[in-house]
């Protein structure tokens, strides 16, 4: 059966209420669209365990600066449509800019801490943008358990903070990074790479992966680092915002009291900015 598709508020609250009266769990997957194979296993864990899924798609102009990609952005929705029918996805919500931020509103959510390094140096507008458009969009969803992607690591970790800190009724949950077999992360702006750029792309997993191991080697943060950015920048990435080791959980430089260390790299192919994280 084609999604239902929902595109008003009250809407969204009609289908969550009689799905709740009918004692059935909704599971909520936001999305800006394009979707692939990452996508679409956020939405099999959703169908899963709750049963019924709802996926978002919205392009979130609070999240782009004004040089940023917010007019190319891929935008498929028939296709998308598709694919969700595919896996049995039964509802989308798809608003327009206007329903998301209608006349007069004026509210921002900023998380603090968590949200201030790595992509919140490199793109100070960011994380305000993603926590306000996920906020509005749990509260409308109402959903049981929201999932996001470890892909965008940080951002999982800005929302799990906004979720108890606001007291969020919808449970967040971290799926594992889908990759290419090259070992590639699955991105919607995968598709703005030429071939020879996407055989450069394949190198960043690996380079990543080097670091990992060689932190658990126990040689030193800061020569890794060195050695990894000069690998990136050999392998043909033209510039690196950051590829960096840091406590998984506080994102800072690793400490004494660091448990767990996570790698995470942003860098440039042309005007393709491309993300990836990785546990070590
Ligand atoms: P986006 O449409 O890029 O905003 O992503 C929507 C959701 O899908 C976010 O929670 C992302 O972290 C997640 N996601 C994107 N790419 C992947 C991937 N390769 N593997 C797992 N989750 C992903």
């Excluded at 080697?217 to 915002?241: C, H, M, P, R, T």
């Amino acid at each position: 059966m084609s999604p239902n598709v929902i595109t008003n508020p009250l809407d969204l609250r009609h289908y969550t209420h009689d799905l709740h009266k009918r004692g059935q769990r909704l599971g909520f997957v936001p999305t800006m669209g394009a979707l692939h194979e990452g996508h679409l296993t956020l939405c099999r864990a959703a169908l899963e365990e709750c049963g019924n899924c709802l996926v978002s798609i919205f392009v979130n102009p609070k999240q782009f600066a004004p040089h940023e990609d917010f007019d190319k952005y891929p935008r498929t929705l028939e296709r998308d449509a598709e694919l969700l029918k595919s896996i049995g996805v039964q509802a989308i919500f798809a608003p327009g800019v206007d329903v998301m931020y209608p006349p007069g509103f004026q509210t921002s959510v900023t998380v603090s801490d968590i949200s201030k390094p790595l992509e919140g140096e490199y793109r100070p507008h960011f994380f305000t943008g993603v926590a306000t458009v996920v906020v509005r969009l749990l509260l409308l969803a109402g959903a049981d358990i929201a999932y996001f992607g470890e892909k965008d690591y940080q951002q999982l970790q800005v929302i799990k903070a906004l979720q108890r800190d606001l007291a969020i009724p919808t449970e967040i949950k971290g799926v594992a990074t889908v990759r290419e077999e090259s070992g590639l992360a699955l991105s919607s702006r995968n598709a703005y790479l030429s071939p020879e750029q996407k055989a450069i792309a394949v190198q960043l997993n690996k380079i990543m992966a080097d670091m990992a191991a060689d932190l658990r080697d126990g040689n030193s943060v800061d020569a890794i680092e060195y050695q990894a950015q000069q690998n990136l920048l050999l392998a043909g990435f033209e510039k690196i915002d950051y590829l960096t080791i840091r406590d998984a959980t506080t994102l800072m430089l690793p400490s004494d009291t660091t448990t767990a260390w996570r790698v995470l790299a942003a860098a440039w192919l042309g005007t393709t900015r491309l993300i990836d994280n990785m546990a070590v």
